[in-house]
């Protein structure tokens, strides 16, 4: 999925990356720099990764127009303030804003929600920004559909879905927030159900299309905004 934001960053030689965790998606050709939150996300940071400030998107420790462009992936969901945020990405940035977010009307199209979690419409689905909400802070921005291909080494919760025995993976459900939100008995009845559908070829009837499916809509949204000169 990485080369539709790069290419959504355009021209830009310089990038802010905010709320950049480990540093996935920061392209490998600019000068980026991070600014993330957590210190101990930081600290995961693979060595040689573009530089790291530790502050919040709200408050972002940069005179304006800094870069060339800033880039925000999978975290405003987290953001105590999403206006706030968007409104510091643009004041550092020149040139264009990048955002990847989820549609929370998303979630009842993920077999993994409909199927065996649709408690997550309660506890998670609340929490993410709706890309029309993103729209209305962000001059001039389009939004296109990222697809999610079937192989995607970013194993975040919507990513999954030609690969549900990756679900069953206690280390691949502890790098994700989403199991965190859901009480602990959901969860537990949730994967019983998969394991025992996975077992039977339940699953593989319904939805075995998908495992060879290239590449899938699974609600992931590019924003892109430019903005105007001065």
Same mark, same amino acid.
């Given at each position: 999925?990485?080369? *539709?934001?790069?290419?959504?960053?355009?021209?830009?030689?310089?990038?802010?990356? @905010?709320?950049?965790?480990?540093?996935?998606?920061?392209? *490998?050709?600019?000068?980026?720099?991070? @600014?993330?939150?957590?210190?101990?996300?930081?600290?995961?940071?693979?060595?040689?990764?573009?530089?790291?400030?530790?502050?919040?998107?709200?408050?972002?420790?940069?005179?304006?127009?800094?870069?060339?462009?800033?880039?925000?992936?999978?975290? @405003?969901?987290?953001?105590?303030?999403?206006?706030?945020?968007?409104?510091?990405?643009?004041?550092?940035?020149?040139?264009?804003?990048? @955002?990847?977010?989820?549609?929370?009307? %998303?979630?009842?199209?993920?077999?993994?929600?409909?199927?065996?979690?649709?408690?997550?419409?309660?506890?998670?689905?609340?929490?993410?920004?709706?890309?029309?909400? #993103?729209?209305?802070?962000?001059?001039?921005?389009?939004?296109?559909?990222?697809?999610?291909?079937?192989?995607?080494?970013?194993?975040?919760?919507?990513?999954?879905? %030609?690969?549900?025995?990756?679900?069953?993976?206690?280390?691949?459900?502890?790098?994700?927030?989403?199991?965190? #939100? #859901?009480? *602990?008995?959901?969860?537990?009845?949730?994967?019983?159900?998969?394991?025992?559908?996975?077992?039977?070829?339940?699953?593989?009837?319904?939805?075995?299309?998908?495992?060879?499916?290239?590449?899938?809509?699974?609600?992931?949204?590019?924003?892109? %905004?430019?903005?105007?000169?001065?």
């Amino acid at each position: 999925m990485a080369e *539709p934001i790069w290419q959504a960053l355009g021209d830009a030689l310089s990038v802010v990356n @905010v709320g950049a965790g480990t540093g996935s998606y920061e392209p *490998p050709d600019r000068r980026v720099t991070a @600014v993330e939150p957590s210190a101990v996300m930081i600290a995961q940071r693979a060595p040689g990764a573009a530089p790291a400030v530790q502050a919040a998107a709200e408050q972002l420790p940069f005179a304006d127009d800094s870069f060339d462009a800033a880039m925000a992936i999978m975290t @405003v969901h987290h953001w105590s303030d999403v206006g706030a945020g968007v409104a510091e990405m643009i004041r550092v940035a020149r040139h264009r804003v990048v @955002v990847v977010t989820f549609d929370p009307r %998303a979630w009842d199209d993920q077999w993994i929600v409909r199927d065996y979690l649709p408690e997550i419409m309660t506890h998670r689905a609340p929490s993410f920004p709706s890309p029309a909400r #993103l729209l209305d802070v962000l001059p001039a921005a389009t939004v296109q559909p990222l697809l999610a291909p079937h192989d995607c080494t970013d194993r975040m919760f919507a990513t999954l879905w %030609a690969r549900p025995e990756q679900y069953l993976d206690p280390r691949v459900r502890a790098a994700t927030s989403v199991w965190d #939100l #859901l009480p *602990p008995a959901v969860s537990a009845r949730a994967l019983e159900q998969l394991r025992r559908d996975l077992a039977s070829g339940e699953w593989d009837r319904r939805h075995g299309h998908l495992r060879t499916t290239p590449a899938w809509d699974v609600g992931l949204r590019l924003i892109r %905004a430019e903005l105007p000169a001065g």
